[in-house]
T-cell receptor
């Protein structure tokens, strides 16, 4: 298995809903990332998990809550989101955090719309 | 703070034309990656350059890494409509840390019309 998968592909939610995004990889990668991306802009880093520990939180509002249950799974729990949170949410993984020449591989993303 | 300046931001060309996208920084990068992304999809890794002066070719795409590892370029020969998309350069910092995130350029939106 050489890919990062994300579910769901699309998600529409109201501002009072609670939902979760899921990311999975079975490549043995030890770093996993959440990014937020607006149209025609580069991805913006949200969270980094390195060896299943949260290592970077880019001052993301608490209405976004990440979770890394094990080395293959990464979740992003959503609660009380705002319409401006509508975006493409990307998950990525990396084999060996901090290794020169390392590469990040992205999932297909979840298109989130907040009404 | 390490930054990647990517240019041009938008490029609209005819099928068969050549083009070059540039990615520049005042900082040294241990490696640079180039991604291509289609609307609504995740970025797909095209290439990673690691060694200063390195040149890599991927069919009609040629990637170069500057000798000082501060800049990179992507050249596409005889562009085709299928090359349309957002091209992103990204790099890890020179020092590298566990879980260090990629630094992205602002992206180049390429449109190739037939």
């Amino acid at each position: 298995d050489t890919e990062v998968t994300q579910t769901p592909k699309h998600l529409v939610m109201g501002m009072t809903n609670k939902k979760s995004l899921k990311c999975e990889q079975h490549m043995g990668h030890r770093a996993m990332y959440w990014y937020k991306q607006k149209a025609k802009k580069p991805p913006e880093l949200m969270f980094v998990y390195s060896y299943e520990k949260l290592s970077i939180n880019e001052s993301v509002p608490s209405r976004f809550s990440p979770e890394c249950p094990n080395s293959s799974l990464l979740n992003l729990h959503l609660h009380a989101l705002q319409p401006e949170d509508s975006a493409l949410y990307l998950c990525a993984s990396e084999p060996t955090p901090g290794s020169r020449g390392d590469e990040q591989f992205f999932g297909p993303g979840t298109r989130l719309t907040v009404l | 703070t390490q930054l990647l300046e990517q240019s041009p931001q938008f490029l609209s060309i005819q099928e068969g034309e050549n083009l070059t996208v540039y990615c520049n920084s005042s900082s040294v990068f241990s490696s640079l990656q180039w991604y291509r992304q289609e609307p609504g999809e995740g970025p797909v890794l095209l290439v990673t350059v690691v060694t200063g002066g390195e040149v890599k070719k991927l069919k009609r795409l040629t990637f170069q890494f500057g000798d000082a590892r501060k800049d990179s370029s992507l050249h596409i020969t005889a562009a085709q409509p299928g090359d349309t998309g957002l091209y992103l350069c990204a790099g890890f910092g020179h020092s590298g840390q566990a879980g260090t995130a990629l630094i992205f350029g602002k992206g180049t939106t390429l449109s190739v019309s037939s």
